[in-house]
Structure formats: structure tokens, C-alpha cells
């Protein structure tokens, strides 16, 4: 059985994002996100999945857009109090690991008192596939014991981690993806579709470069065209919750 995960990032993030998740999940094939509690859309982001029940939502973590839930960390922030704009292995060799605990923490309890049922952990900008977050995320799969997207370069004990396709992006946005992906889908057997849906607003464009091309997105993933094509080839569109 083929079993393919389309989960849509950034939930929270603007109210532009929010409702162009919800509507590729209402009227596409997204079938899952990954919400960001640290983001200005997050409150908005929750009444939408109040409303839509049957989106599963896992939990973005991030340390590298906007700012932290918690104050007073020293080495995951700059000088402002901020987030670095992109975390690389270079930088995060100086993140004390129990502040990136605490705040990874702090952004899934924010979830769950939100009244969501949390589904898996990803990442914002890949942060949690570092193998310097080794440690943090060993830590989280064990309290919590939710899935796990892949491309980590490291090994989890008792975790279920999901293979990730994250090609769907920028040139490689368009209906021949998954013309060209089948046999990629079947070879994994269950993975994770990253994507990106939304509908631009100012926010989206003054925080990424990466904003207009997710009206592409948002436009591929609701095509009743893309639908037919995993329906034809015995594509099951399913949610972390269902795994």
C-alpha cells in the first residue's frame, strides 16, 4: 500500500497562510500541517483547525523566524532577543541544547493548551534534522511519543519517522510532479509531502522571498487533475493521525 502525507508548513504564520492552508485541505489534497506557535497568525491558525477537525496538525518547531516564546535565552537568539533568519550547523554548535528544549517545549505546550491534538514534529528552515538537536529531539519523541518527519542526519531510538519528499518547491512546483513521483511514492511506501500553500498577504511578503510562488502551490494542490492522478495510481492520502 502507498500512503502519501501532504502536509502544508507554515500554519500561523500570516492569516494570508492560514487561509490558503485551509482551503488546499477543504478543496485539494492536503491532508495535514504543522502549525508555528510562535508566529503572529497562530490565534487566527487556531480557530480555523477548530473549525476543520479532520486537518491533522503536528507542531512546526522553529528557531529561526520571528522570536522565541520564552525570554531570557542566551545563545539561540541575537542580540535583538530574535530568532536568527536561518539556522546552519556552523551556528547552531553554539545553541546550549536546554535552551532549545525549553523553548521547543514551550511551543508544543502552547499547542496542546490550545485545545489541537498534536499529530507529529517537523521543523521550520529544517531546524530539527541538524545533528546538533540530536539530543532535544531524542527528548521530545520520548515524552511525547508523536511522529517524526525525516531527513534527520542521525538516528532516534523508539521513533517513528516519516521519509520527507521536499522537492515539491519553487521550479519543481507543478502537476507533472506527481506524474513524475510515482514511482518515488511507492518506493517509500509512506512519506511526507512538504508543502507550502497559501494565499499572499503583506505579512508573507515582508518576511520570505518565498511568498508568490505559494499561490503555484496552493493552485497545483487544489487540481482536480492531481487528484485523478494519485486516485489512478492507488495513491492513499492519509494524515500523521492515521498512520
Known sequence: MTRLIVN?????????????????????????????ATMPGFEDAIEKLKDNKGLGTGVHLTLSSYEPLLKGHKTIVDKNGKFYKYVTEEIAKNFDEEEILKEFTAQIEKVLSSGIKITHFD?????????????????????????????INYKLENAVVIPVLDSFYKEGVSIDYFKKNIDKFKELGTSDLMTHPAWVDDVL?????????????????????????LKENNIELISYGEL
Not at 492560514?18 to 495535514?32: C, D, F, L, Q, W
Open 123 to 151: 521543523s521550520h528552515h529544517h531546524v530539527h534534522q541538524l545533528p546538533q538537536l540530536k539530543g532535544v529531539m531524542q527528548k521530545l519523541v520520548d515524552k511525547y511519543k508523536l511522529p517524526i518527519r525525516g531527513g
Open 8 to 36: 502544508a508548513d507554515d500554519m500561523g504564520f500570516s492569516l494570508g497562510v492560514n487561509a490558503g492552508v485551509i482551503e488546499a485541505y477543504k478543496r485539494g489534497i492536503v491532508t495535514s500541517c504543522s502549525i508555528m
Open 205 to 229: 511578503l515582508n518576511s520570505t522571498s518565498y511568498a508568490i510562488d505559494r499561490i503555484k502551490e496552493y493552485e497545483v494542490l487544489t487540481s482536480e487533475k492531481v487528484l485523478k492522478i
